[in-house]
């Protein structure tokens, strides 16, 4: 199959670009495209078939459950069993936006879009580009994230070429996307609501308009990696780079040379090294590969240049990658569980090493 890259000006969506790719998930085929957190891998979200090529195409297990996209509130109604009144509350504080919702599902949504749950994921996306397609295709869209299953989530439309061309008709391209990880899933089927992947929407934002506390899932938490998550997809190893990677924790300087040390032990091995530094520490260090994933106090920039640097690595075919520890006030949470992940739960932590 050959894949179109469809170029979209998202300041300027004129209705023909999107109305061969809207014509293509209403005939039951996919479509990548951008959202504010994460490219997303597209279907009609209320077709069995539909939704079953995407886990083709993924290489995804079919027990991983796919986040449904809506474009109005009333499409929300239109599959959820019942309505909690968070779901309406957390709509009207964060929607469109990085905030995915867990309900209950009626018959309307395929267990196939479910990974076989009684439950349905649903998001309004916050970019003009996937709202323009829900609508315009008059569809639901289940979509995940465009990368192969286990890749990092692209970024990028070529981050989606890479892993998809071939595989799917369409790619549109609407540049790089603002958030640059995966949304905030809130599950609103208990009585108290639960965090099952943290993202750019935090526990303090939700309790805040909620008025009530809410919980994070133990089975996200880094130390408690024992437990099983709630998120199907949360237990796979995944948004991993090809090389080993592993995460340095500790006060600055001594991370510093912890991880020179590392990297001279791996080159002295013959292997090539990269490491994943800040605007303020990258001159410090001595590898194959040292890059920049921002100023340590912009949050926002390290979450949305962490994906793309863990796909540069694969494309320079470093054997081990080393990374600072990114456990910033606001989305710390949410960066580091995915490098956590990434790294397969590879930390040290130098402090400890000194005692
Ligand atoms: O930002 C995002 O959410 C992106 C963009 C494309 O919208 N999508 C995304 O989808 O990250 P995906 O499929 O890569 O991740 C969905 C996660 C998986 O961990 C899955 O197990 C979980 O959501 N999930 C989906 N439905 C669920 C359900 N009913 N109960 C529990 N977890 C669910
Ligand atoms: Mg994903």
């Given at each position: 199959m050959q894949t179109?890259?469809?170029?979209?000006d998202c300041k300027n969506i004129?209705?023909?670009?999107l109305k061969e790719a809207a014509e293509?998930?209403?005939?039951?085929?996919?479509v990548a495209f951008p959202t504010e957190?994460?490219?997303g891998l597209g279907a009609d979200a209320l077709s069995r078939e539909a939704a079953k090529k995407i886990y083709e195409a993924k290489g995804r297990p079919s027990d991983n459950p796919l986040i449904v996209h809506i474009c109005d509130f009333k499409e929300l109604?239109?599959?959820a069993r019942e309505v909690p009144a968070e779901a309406e509350q957390l709509a009207k504080a964060f929607w469109p936006g990085p905030l995915t919702m867990i309900v209950w599902k009626n018959d309307r949504v395929p267990y196939t879009t479910t990974g076989g749950m009684d439950t349905v994921a649903i998001r309004m996306p916050n970019h003009p580009v996937a709202l323009?397609?829900?609508?315009?295709?008059?569809?639901?869209?289940?979509?995940?994230?465009?990368?192969t299953s286990g890749k990092p989530s692209p970024t990028e439309a070529s981050h989606v070429a890479l892993d998809m061309d071939g595989k799917i008709p369409m790619i549109l391209d609407g540049g790089a996307v603002g958030i640059g990880i995966e949304s905030t899933i809130v599950d609103l089927t208990e009585d108290v609501p639960m965090i099952l992947r943290p993202g750019y929407i935090t526990k303090g934002m939700l309790e805040e308009v909620l008025g009530k506390e809410v919980k994070v899932d133990p089975g996200i938490i880094a130390d408690a990696s024992d437990k099983k998550p709630k998120a199907p997809g949360m237990k796979y190893k995944h948004y991993a780079p090809k090389a080993d990677l592993v995460l340095v924790e500790g006060e600055e300087v001594a991370v510093i040379q912890k991880i020179n040390a590392l990297v001279l032990e791996k080159q002295k091995k013959g292997e090539k090294v990269g490491v994943i530094a800040t605007d303020e520490t990258k001159n410090r260090y001595q590898a194959d590969y040292v890059v920049s994933i921002g100023a340590r106090t912009d949050e926002d920039a390290i979450a949305r240049h962490l994906y793309k640097i863990l796909r540069?690595?694969?494309?320079?075919e470093v054997d081990a990658i080393y990374s600072e520890s990114f456990a910033t006030p606001r989305i710390g949470q949410a960066i580091m569980n995915r490098l956590m992940k990434a790294a397969g739960h590879q930390v040290l932590t130098t402090e400890q090493e000194r005692d």
């Open positions: 179109k890259l469809v170029k979209i004129k209705k023909d670009e293509i998930i209403r005939e039951g085929g996919l957190t994460v490219y109604v239109s599959i323009a397609l829900i609508r315009e295709s008059g569809c639901l869209i289940a979509a995940p994230s465009a990368n540069e690595f694969d494309a320079w």
